[in-house]
């Protein structure tokens, strides 16, 4: 099992820019993909970006391309979401989530208690 603790949420102006981490314990990080969702009230929540257990691959949502990146450091049992150009349409909170490289979460086994992010217009 991995428990997921994401931190580095909060309010920003927008085109500003955050880094949220998620924290993993237990020996077995490294064999699990990792991805982050979000979650606004009322709606499901929604594929940001993923990353392969190696880091060699990752995956985006449309509307995280070319504005967010996640990475991995494995020594370090934390993977990282650096959002830059925020919109007020990125505020949510965010879940890490650990399991299948998909973007779909009924494939993630493990979450966080997520972080709040939100963008200010």
């Known amino acids: 099992q991995v428990q997921l603790v994401e931190s580095g949420g909060g309010l920003v102006q927008a085109g500003g820019s955050l880094r949220l981490s998620c924290a993993a314990s237990?020996?077995?990080?490294?064999?699990?993909?990792m991805s982050w969702f979000r979650q606004v009230p009322g709606k499901g929540r929604e594929f940001v970006a993923a990353i392969s257990w190696s880091g060699a691959r990752s995956d985006y949502a449309e509307s995280a391309k070319g504005r967010f990146t996640i990475s991995r450091d494995n020594n370090k049992n934390t993977v990282y979401l650096e959002m830059n150009s925020l919109k007020p349409e990125d505020s949510a909170v965010y879940y890490c989530?650990?399991?299948?490289?998909?973007?779909?979460?009924?494939?993630?086994?493990?979450w966080g208690q997520g972080t709040q992010v939100t963008v200010s217009s």
């Open positions: 237990g020996r077995t990080f490294s064999s699990y993909h």
């Open positions: 989530a650990a399991g299948t490289l998909s973007r779909y979460s009924s494939n993630y086994a493990y």
